[in-house]
């Protein structure tokens, strides 16, 4: 077999940050570095200045900002874009608006190279989904409008990729229907999960007891971005309404963003600050175990392209309750894995939340049903094949 040397292109160094774009780009290169070249260009942020190897693959600083990622993604862009001649690669690819520039300056130095733009969720969806939310404050009105300014670069590279990839169905409908892409040029390829490190403790309060947990309550988890797109505020709502019946559940937010100050202040000025737990970004040792030995996990989002929270959750054999919306239709099956109810509805997410904190049985038989559920169908082996042939076929299109 022919070596491929692939370039990928995330402004956010992945072994730094721990959201799904970065967990996917991280064990795709664990998988495919046996027998291919994998170089990641990212930016120069959080001290990352030295190139380092992990996984198998080349990490590579290329000149960015630091300071919030809007300007840090345009300096990183600029930077790659006069790199051009310098990073060869037989197929490059980008994550959301991590390469437009490159792929412009190809196109303008008419330089035929297979470029495979991925997209998570479409950046245009999340804009009109966020659009709808009601935390009206100054910085989610800016981070708004910056998303739809990232959404005109997201459909320029949708539109002059070799091939897009994406992770749902439903994705792929979006970024048809707001893009205008060719749908003949997508490829649905879901993100995996390892099962071996998200699973169930063997000994939960052993686990309890050794990250702090109180023996006798009740552990709410949500883990994600704190952005509106999120829908935290249906989840704070739902709250109040689980905590008149169950004072013992404890809600445990992990994650950081520009929602965090008017959440802790809505819960603060609720008076149920005493129920809920800010863990902010934590460890991929604390968060697995996090998911092995809590009760539940809730993502209240208006918006996503799969959810990669979910699949974590599922292998850990959770029971999960989502609002029935977008990709997250295609991770959980609905009654079967956990609970999908109606959207923005936040008294359907309490009544579903008691249901399953009051039911035992039912709560393990989906949590049991949605381990097997994603190890049969979110393997990270099988997503880094499919890469692979994407890979394969971008070379032939080029």
């Known amino acids: 077999m022919k070596r491929t040397h692939v370039a990928v292109f995330n402004t956010q160094p992945p072994h730094l940050y721990f959201g799904g774009v970065e967990r996917r780009i991280l064990e795709i290169a664990k998988k495919l570095s046996k ?13 990352f200045k030295a190139t380092s190897h992990i996984n ?4 590579v600083p290329c000149k960015s900002t630091n300071i919030f990622f809007p300007l840090d993604n345009w300096v990183f862009n600029r930077t790659i874009s006069g790199m051009v001649d310098s990073i060869e690669a037989d197929v490059y690819e980008a994550h959301a608006v991590s390469g437009y ?22 950046l245009a969806d999340e804009y009109l989904q966020s659009s709808k939310g009601e935390v009206p404050t100054f910085r ?16 320029e590279a949708a539109k002059n990729a070799t091939l897009v990839v994406t992770v749902s169905q439903y994705s792929a409908r979006k970024i048809v229907e707001l893009y205008g892409a060719d ?15 998200f699973k169930p403790a063997l000994d939960i309060v052993e686990v309890r007891q050794r990250i702090g947990f109180t023996q006798g309550k009740q552990y709410v988890l949500f883990v994600g971005r704190l952005v509106p797109r999120k829908g935290l505020n249906y989840l704070i709502e739902a709250a109040e309404h689980v905590l008149e019946e169950n004072k013992k559940t404890v809600f445990v937010f992990v994650g950081e963003g520009p929602l965090k100050n008017y959440l802790a202040s809505a819960v603060k000025k609720d008076r149920l600050l005493s129920n809920f737990v800010f863990l902010g970004v934590v460890s991929d040792s604390l ?19 799969q959810g990669m929270a ?75 094949e499919k890469m692979l042939q994407t890979y394969d076929e971008a070379k032939q299109y080029a």
Request: charged share 25%; with cysteine; glycine share 6%.
């Open 35 to 47: 027998d291919h070249d994998i170089s990641i260009y990212c930016g120069t942020k959080k001290g």
């Open 56 to 59: 198998g693959a080349a990490i």
């Open 101 to 122: 520039a490159f792929l412009r300056k190809l196109k303008t130095r008419k330089i035929r190279k297979p470029f495979v733009q991925t997209i998570h969720g479409v």
């Open 287 to 305: 968060l697995q175990d996090l998911y092995s030995c809590v009760d539940l996990f809730v993502l209240p989002s208006i918006q996503e392209g």
């Open 183 to 197: 749908e003949n040029k997508i490829r649905i390829i879901p993100n995996g999960v390892d099962t071996e490190k």
């Open 310 to 384: 979910l699949l974590e959750a599922q292998a850990a054999a959770l029971p999960v309750v989502a609002f029935n919306v977008s990709g997250v239709r295609e991770a959980v099956r609905d009654k079967e894995t956990g609970l999908l109810v109606k959207e923005v509805d936040s008294n359907a997410l309490a009544e579903a939340t008691l249901r399953l904190l009051s039911d035992k049985s039912l709560s393990r038989k989906m949590g049991q049903h949605g381990r097997e559920f994603v190890q049969e169908n979110f393997t990270w082996d099988g997503c880094a």
């Open 140 to 155: 989610t009105k800016l981070s708004n409008l910056l998303m739809w300014q990232l959404s005109k670069l997201e459909n």
